[in-house]
């Protein structure tokens, strides 16, 4: 007798309605909208999202970004630092576009009103510095809500970009492939509907893979269930890398109270690390103590 099939690994290739666009972007996040953003305003997108605009885990991102933006910095010694934070594991050339376009990033954001802090009233970048860092390129806006200043000014520009079209608190259910090797689009459905769309392009971009829930413990927000991943596997498209999830070491759970992220700002401030018993232990497990690499400091 065969087993029935399992509904987390069975593709739902059904639906009621159909809506072409030139690019379908699934995830509204840092990577969704920034990529819908850099588009020619010529093309009909899409613009899916689980849950209201705006609400993702950029959003919750607290203690700031990297760039070597400082008159002491430079991208080899950004370069150098997170190469030695990936213990050997890194891909060296994502790395090396990441210390190379970092500082044009910071300047794209800005330009699209991204507003990060400044020291005092001379229009000078404030930057901090966290973990594996060797020196201060972290930036920073309104203290600890750098992810939501961020996400504010993406949606913004969004919102008034005519040729983008927004499906709020819309589920994205499953890719549909010719059979081969080529996307058609995806399958969504929007709250409290009982139909579903077919969101047909030529371009589909998966920019939601955050999962965070599906750990017992996390402050990650409630929509980040891993769907982009899922559909992926369900479409037998290649994935990798998937045990490369990161669990920052400082996230305060306690009972009574949701989750949430203690920034890695503070310990870049000058903020110890104590054991129950008042013992500052990270002096003894890495010459760099609380500012370690994560993985390090959450192991310790």
Same mark, same amino acid.
């Given at each position: 007798?065969?087993?029935?099939? %399992?509904?987390?690994?069975?593709?739902?290739?059904?639906? @009621?309605?159909?809506? =072409?666009?030139?690019?379908?972007?699934?995830?509204?996040?840092?990577?969704?909208?920034?990529?819908?953003?850099?588009?020619?305003? !010529?093309? /009909?997108?899409?613009?899916?999202?689980?849950?209201?605009?705006?609400?993702? /885990?950029?959003? &919750?991102?607290?203690?700031?970004?990297?760039?070597?933006?400082?008159?002491?910095?430079?991208?080899?010694?950004?370069?150098? =630092?997170?190469?030695?934070?990936?213990?050997?594991?890194?891909?060296?050339? *994502?790395?090396?576009?990441?210390?190379?376009?970092?500082?044009?990033?910071?300047?794209?954001?800005?330009?699209? #009103?991204?507003?990060?802090?400044?020291? #005092?009233?001379? +229009?000078?970048?404030?930057?901090?510095?966290?973990?594996?860092? !060797?020196? !201060?390129?972290?930036? +920073?806006?309104?203290?600890?809500?750098?992810?939501?200043?961020?996400?504010?000014?993406?949606?913004?520009?969004?919102?008034?970009?005519?040729?983008?079209?927004?499906?709020?608190?819309?589920?994205?259910?499953?890719?549909?492939?010719?059979? #081969? %090797?080529?996307?058609?689009?995806?399958?969504?459905?929007? %709250?409290?509907?009982?139909?579903?769309?077919?969101?047909?392009?030529?371009?589909?971009?998966?920019? @939601?893979?955050?999962?965070?829930?599906?750990?017992?413990? !996390?402050?990650?927000?409630?929509?980040?269930?891993?769907?982009?991943?899922?559909? *992926?596997?369900? *479409?037998?498209?290649?994935?990798? %890398?998937?045990?490369?999830?990161?669990? +920052?070491?400082?996230?305060?759970?306690?009972? $009574?109270?949701?989750?949430?992220?203690?920034?890695?700002?503070?310990? $870049?401030?000058?903020? &110890?690390?104590?054991?129950?018993?008042?013992?500052?232990?990270?002096?003894?497990?890495?010459?760099?103590?609380?500012?370690?690499?994560?993985?390090?400091?959450?192991?310790?």
């Amino acid at each position: 007798m065969r087993n029935p099939p %399992d509904p987390l690994s069975t593709p739902v290739l059904s639906w @009621n309605t159909r809506q =072409d666009a030139d690019v379908v972007v699934v995830g509204a996040g840092i990577a969704g909208l920034v990529f819908a953003l850099r588009l020619p305003p !010529s093309l /009909n997108v899409i613009v899916v999202t689980k849950g209201a605009l705006g609400e993702s /885990n950029t959003r &919750y991102a607290q203690g700031g970004l990297a760039a070597a933006v400082g008159p002491d910095d430079d991208p080899d010694l950004h370069f150098a =630092d997170t190469i030695a934070a990936g213990a050997g594991l890194c891909d060296v050339a *994502a790395v090396r576009t990441l210390v190379d376009e970092g500082v044009a990033a910071v300047q794209w954001l800005e330009a699209h #009103g991204t507003t990060f802090d400044e020291v #005092g009233d001379r +229009h000078v970048r404030a930057l901090g510095r966290e973990a594996a860092h !060797s020196r !201060s390129r972290v930036l +920073h806006a309104g203290g600890d809500a750098t992810g939501a200043e961020i996400e504010r000014s993406l949606v913004r520009q969004l919102r008034i970009r005519p040729s983008v079209s927004l499906l709020e608190h819309t589920a994205a259910i499953d890719l549909v492939t010719d059979g #081969g %090797d080529s996307c058609r689009g995806v399958i969504v459905q929007t %709250d409290g509907s009982p139909s579903r769309t077919l969101l047909a392009a030529p371009v589909t971009v998966l920019a @939601n893979g955050g999962a965070g829930q599906l750990w017992a413990v !996390s402050s990650n927000p409630p929509g980040a269930t891993g769907d982009g991943i899922a559909m *992926a596997l369900r *479409a037998s498209v290649v994935v990798a %890398d998937l045990e490369f999830t990161q669990f +920052h070491p400082t996230v305060l759970a306690a009972d $009574g109270i949701e989750p949430f992220l203690v920034s890695e700002a503070v310990r $870049g401030e000058g903020a &110890y690390l104590r054991s129950v018993s008042g013992e500052r232990f990270m002096t003894a497990i890495h010459p760099m103590a609380e500012l370690a690499p994560r993985d390090v400091v959450a192991r310790a």
